[in-house]
T-cell receptor, first 111, second 115 residues
Framework: EDKVVQSPLSLVVHEGDTVTLNCSYE??????LLWYKQEKKAPTFLFML????IEKKSGRLSSILDKKELFSILNITATQTGDSAIYLC???????????FGTGTRLKVLA | GAVVSQHPSRVICKSGTSVKIECRSL??????MFWYRQFPKQSLMLMAT?????????EQGVEKDKFLINHASLTLSTLTVTSAHPEDSSFYIC???????????FGPGTRLTVL
């Protein structure tokens, strides 16, 4: 059965801290790994990763994929209260275009 | 970027009634649309995958007679929750994708409350 697991489930940090969110996956016909940020409504897209070892970066956020060990990490440096959200990763499978979501990590950044 | 709309954004209905939710891709042709359900403090759970012009593929445990999905055009998919009950209260989110984009774009979601 296809499975995506995220850790930790929740995290509380102070502004300025650096956090690392983990996502491991076991899916057949893996195509890509996506990260989303969800605040009050639907998720917003952060990154899509298809190749191992190539870091994607956007401001204070960065992410990397390891296709051998089947995991990805999302790093957020110098966290701000606006980073408080649920961070979701999803594995995209080929053929059916199905996306399998992880459990999510609930991040709370305190001022 | 690609835009997906959902309507209504919020609906409250009585138990036993049916509710239709629309999902539209506004600026691209969506060959595939997905319907998710999200309970409070939980992740997105895929309900079904909908391809234009064909029957939806439902995930295990999702009743296809209760959650009717129609994907009649490349820009519109609808989810009808039939004979809704309080346990169907949830946040329903659609997403759309086409091969060219290789990522899914989410609608803003519909919060359904069944009294």
């Amino acid at each position: 059965e296809d499975k995506v697991v995220q850790s930790p489930l929740s995290l509380v940090v102070h502004e300025g801290d650096t956090v690392t969110l983990n996502c491991s996956y076991e899916v057949t016909n893996f195509r890509s790994l996506l990260w989303y940020k969800q605040e009050k409504k639907a998720p917003t897209f952060l990154f899509m990763l298809t190749s191992s070892g190539i870091e994607k970066k956007s401001g204070r956020l960065s992410s990397i994929l390891d296709k051998k060990e089947l995991f990805s990490i999302l790093n957020i440096t110098a966290t701000q209260t606006g980073d408080s959200a649920i961070y979701l990763c999803a594995a995209h499978t080929s053929g059916t275009y199905k996306y399998i979501f992880g459990t999510g990590t609930r991040l709370k950044v305190l001022a | 970027g690609a835009v997906v709309s959902q309507h209504p954004s919020r609906v409250i209905c009585k138990s036993g009634t049916s509710v239709k939710i629309e999902c539209r891709s506004l600026d691209f042709q969506a060959t595939t649309m997905f319907w998710y359900r999200q309970f409070p403090k939980q992740s997105l759970m895929l309900m079904a995958t909908s391809n234009e012009g064909s029957k939806a593929t439902y995930e295990q445990g999702v009743e296809k007679d209760k959650f009717l999905i129609n994907h009649a055009s490349l820009t519109l998919s609808t989810l009808t929750v039939t004979s809704a009950h309080p346990e169907d209260s949830s946040f329903y989110i659609c997403s759309a994708t086409s091969g060219a984009y290789n990522e899914q774009f989410f609608g803003p979601g519909t919060r359904l409350t069944v009294l």
